[in-house]
């Protein structure tokens, strides 16, 4: 009798693990830069001490979510930082061993835009196992790892990493559109490739964006803006409080509709269509006024498709 109660909670444990949700994740790099010696906590954990060979101390396969980390060295303050960790991910901490200075800070705001030519281009991600590896791409430094290199030429490249002995090369084709990933992994001595067609953080090429209206929805032709502009010139955030805040690189993009609602005390702007417009519009006017010619202005076909356009 006992067996046969065994064996059906047995079974019904296989299928509760066959059917409930899985959590698949692809595992981060974490590379903690510091001089030797340094001691490194994690969640409270004591993980070791940064070395030489590492340039510090590299841990991988990292969990995303949220974490502690904690620094210390005799003689000098302790350091801390909180760190959120997503998929596939490669992280630097970088931790500097110096004497109280003063400090400088730019107080001008700044903003610049480009106006890139048209032409066949693709995406390339070049990383590193440890980090911080100096990169020659086609035979030209610029710099050390991680790197993402955008609006490349579509054509064949050469790619070089060195970590302090070490040496690893790869050549390789980029077609237009394309998304390069290369990661060379000096602790197995090899570079690794990964390919698509179109690069996910890019967004989609166009976005339909459909208001109450149902039969005239605008079409947006993102990709041709993102070549034309940069992300700053048409996203931006919101701070904790709700109040609009500049777009900075690596930064969440949602829906406008997360803000532009019934819930902002802005009636201008409390919806898809006048945000939309005012921001549209509103840009092409002033590239008419720069350049002479702009985007739709005027004339509601030139965004909107209607029924009978079909």
């Given at each position: 009798?006992?067996?046969?109660?065994?064996?059906?909670?047995?079974?019904?444990?296989?299928?509760?693990?066959?059917?409930?949700?899985?959590?698949?994740?692809?595992?981060?790099?974490?590379?903690?830069?510091?001089?030797?010696?340094?001691?490194?906590?994690?969640?409270?954990?004591?993980?070791?001490?940064?070395?030489?060979?590492?340039?510090?101390?590299?841990?991988?396969?990292?969990?995303?979510?949220?974490?502690?980390?904690?620094?210390?060295?005799?003689?000098?303050?302790?350091?801390?930082?909180?760190?959120?960790?997503?998929?596939n991910q490669s992280i630097e901490w970088r931790i500097k061993l110096a004497k109280p200075t003063?400090?400088?800070?730019?107080?001008?705001?700044?903003?610049?835009?480009?106006?890139?030519?048209?032409?066949?281009?693709?995406?390339?991600?070049?990383?590193?196992?440890?980090?911080?590896?100096?990169?020659?791409?086609?035979?030209?430094?610029?710099?050390?790892?991680?790197?993402?290199?955008?609006?490349?030429?579509?054509?064949?490249?050469?790619?070089?990493?060195?970590?302090?002995?070490?040496?690893?090369?790869?050549?390789?084709?980029?077609?237009?559109?394309?998304?390069?990933?290369?990661?060379?992994?000096?602790?197995?001595?090899?570079?690794?490739?990964?390919?698509?067609?179109?690069?996910?953080?890019?967004?989609?090429?166009?976005?339909?964006?459909?208001?109450?209206?149902?039969?005239?929805?605008?079409?947006?032709?993102?990709?041709?803006?993102?070549?034309?502009?940069?992300?700053?010139?048409?996203?931006h955030g919101r701070d904790r409080e709700g109040k609009q805040v500049p777009y900075s690189e690596?930064?969440?993009?949602?829906?406008?509709?997360?803000?532009?609602?019934?819930?902002?005390?802005?009636?201008?702007?409390?919806?898809?269509?006048?945000?939309?417009?005012?921001?549209?519009?509103?840009?092409?006017?002033?590239?008419?006024?720069?350049?002479?010619?702009?985007?739709?202005?005027?004339?509601?076909?030139?965004?909107?498709?209607?029924?009978?356009?079909?």
């Open positions: 009798m006992m067996k046969k109660k065994f064996l059906s909670l047995l079974c019904s444990l296989v299928v509760m693990s066959v059917f409930l949700p899985q959590n698949i994740y692809a595992g981060s790099t974490l590379q903690i830069s510091a001089a030797p010696g340094v001691s490194i906590w994690l969640d409270k954990n004591l993980i070791g001490k940064t070395t030489k060979e590492q340039n510090g101390l590299v841990i991988t396969d990292l969990a995303p979510g949220e974490y502690a980390l904690r620094a210390s060295l005799p003689g000098y303050d302790i350091s801390e930082t909180l760190l959120t960790v997503k998929n003063m400090q400088v800070e730019e107080t001008v705001k700044r903003v610049n835009s480009l106006m890139i030519e048209a032409k066949p281009t693709g995406t390339v991600v070049l990383r590193s196992i440890p980090l911080n590896a100096e990169i020659f791409f086609d035979g030209e430094s610029i710099g050390s790892t991680d790197k993402k290199l955008t609006y490349v030429p579509a054509a064949e490249h050469a790619v070089k990493f060195i970590f302090q002995q070490g040496e690893l090369v790869e050549k390789f084709s980029l077609q237009p559109d394309e998304f390069i990933l290369l990661r060379a992994d000096f602790t197995k001595g090899e570079i690794v490739k990964e390919t698509s067609r179109t690069d996910t953080n890019l967004g989609p090429a166009v976005i339909k964006m459909q208001t109450s209206r149902k039969r005239k929805p605008a079409q947006f032709p993102h990709r041709k803006h993102q070549e034309m502009y940069g992300c700053a010139n048409c996203h690596g930064m969440e993009i949602q829906h406008c509709v997360t803000c532009h609602n019934l819930k902002m005390e802005n009636k201008k702007l409390n919806n898809l269509m006048q945000a939309a417009h005012a921001r549209c519009k509103g840009c092409h006017k002033k590239v008419v006024q720069e350049s002479g010619k702009a985007g739709p202005i005027g004339k509601c076909r030139g965004c909107h498709v209607f029924e009978k356009d079909k």
